[in-house]
């Protein structure tokens, strides 16, 4: 029996690191403010259509390696769909599949990008001189260009404003919930190294088949099978230092909770709400936060009539919409069995969307959705529903990568974990795991 150990936040990171302690043998106390785990990738039972509706469609790729291991080590694998094939579609009605030919990495997918009919030729020869370079950075220079932004760097690569709005965009605002000219060019970089460049694999694309909240149920019984708890509704307070170490923390409901080591999984916002001087002057990484700010994203949620979408996802090209899912369809092409047609559209980097009315933004939605999807009328809609999500990630911006702190410090017993922190991952779920 190890220390007993406080973990706060139950999501991605908060579960990551109490699974992994409840394996080791450590009772661990886990303490999460909602009524369930998964923190900003999870589901909530909707009053309004009456069922289970995740925060947004959130997808990992196959690189992720990080959060396979610890669906793995929840038992729900099986309930990821991959996605082998990539459908891009752009304004005129074109579709362009990205997929693996069979060939090593890098050269996976130069027989898609060959035949990519959404650029042009002249686009899809600067694309590949794009990737070349990529290549030739490598992971171990690519913090150099940690200072500017990738739309900085595409340009002065001579990469066109073509190809960065209909491609290079597209990619990292769904990755980052940064637009090119906002993110930092070494995060985006390493969203092609590794999902494009990498491995033959590294880009495929996993879906979770059940909400996402089903896939942290698990944790709980692993927890408490070596001695652990599970408490939610509970919120973090204060957290309280002395003597070189943290003693223990406060609740919102002002109950205290004692362990000899903590761990904070919380929001780079919440945790430092939840500190005072003393604990920042005596450790330098609790300083880091003041220069964190959240990026923002919008999940909408169509149920029509009837069907007026084949694939199981669109791309969206040159269009503030970058994803429609079809929550009806499988990844090997099925449809579930269905009374609406149910579609989730996803809008990164959603800043301008935050303040709108919910009517002004299914509106705004449905014109881009039906300059994709011809089919899909006003009059076939059922319902909608807007989810906005505003604190979904920390924005990827240059400079931020030096002030990402690490998950020990000066506070030789609190320990800090979220895709915010020094993880070598940019803003997404497999950095929370790391």
């Not at 394996?23 to 785990?37: A, D």
């Not at 579609?89 to 060939?103: E, F, P, T, V």
């Not at 990292?172 to 999902?195: P, R």
């Not at 039906?370 to 505003?390: C, D, F, I, N, T």
Request: hydrophobic share 40%; net charge positive; glycine share 10%.
């Amino acid at each position: 029996m190890g220390d007993t150990v406080l973990v706060m936040g139950g999501g991605l990171a908060g579960i990551a690191s109490a699974v992994r302690l409840a394996e080791r043998g450590y009772p661990v106390i886990l303490i999460e403010t909602s009524k369930r785990l998964g923190g900003r990738a999870t589901s909530h039972d909707d009053p309004e259509t009456g069922q289970m509706l995740d925060n947004c469609q959130h997808v990992l790729l196959g690189c992720c390696v990080n959060l396979l291991d610890l669906y793995g080590r929840l038992g729900v694998k099986d309930s990821i769909e991959w996605h082998e094939e990539l459908c891009f579609a752009d304004r005129d009605g074109r579709r362009s599949i990205l997929k693996s030919s069979g060939a090593p990495a890098p050269l996976h997918l130069a027989g898609s990008v060959a035949c990519f009919g959404v650029l042009t030729l002249g686009e899809r020869m600067s694309l590949t001189m794009g990737m070349w370079k990529l290549l030739r950075i490598g992971p171990a220079r690519r913090h150099e260009y940690s200072d500017m932004t990738f739309g900085a760097w595409l340009r002065k690569m001579g990469q066109g404003e073509g190809v960065i709005t209909k491609f290079w965009n597209v990619v990292i605002v769904s990755a980052l919930n940064q637009t090119v000219d906002k993110a930092c060019a070494a995060h985006a970089m390493q969203v092609f190294q590794d999902g494009f460049l990498k491995h033959r694999d590294g880009y495929v694309m996993g879906t979770a088949s059940v909400p996402l909240r089903q896939l942290y149920d698990p944790a709980v019984k692993i927890i408490e099978a070596a001695g652990g708890e599970v408490h939610f509704g509970r919120s973090v307070n204060r957290i309280y230092y002395s003597n070189g170490r943290v003693s223990r923390v406060e609740l919102k409901t002002r109950k205290t909770i004692k362990a000899d080591q903590f761990v904070s999984a919380l929001p780079f916002d919440r945790l430092e709400r939840a500190i005072d001087e003393t604990l920042r002057d005596a450790d330098g990484r609790l300083g880091m936060m003041k220069h964190f700010e959240h990026s923002p994203i919008l999940g909408v949620h169509l149920w029509f009539k009837e069907e007026v979408m084949e694939e199981g996802h669109l791309i969206l090209v040159d269009s503030p919409v970058q994803w429609i899912f079809n929550k009806g369809m499988t990844a090997s092409g099925k449809r579930r069995p269905k009374q609406y047609q149910y579609l989730h559209v996803v809008i990164s980097a959603a800043n301008y969307l935050m303040d709108a009315g919910n009517e002004s933004i299914v509106d705004s939605i449905m014109e881009e959705v039906r300059v994709y999807l011809p089919g899909a009328e006003s009059r076939k809609l059922a319902k909608a529903r807007v989810v906005k999500e505003k604190r979904a990630t920390f924005a990827s911006v240059p400079g931020i990568e030096e002030r990402r702190p690490g998950a020990r410090g000066s506070v030789g017993n609190l320990y800090l974990a979220g895709d915010w922190c020094d993880n070598g991952w940019p803003a997404t779920m497999e950095g929370a795991v790391r």
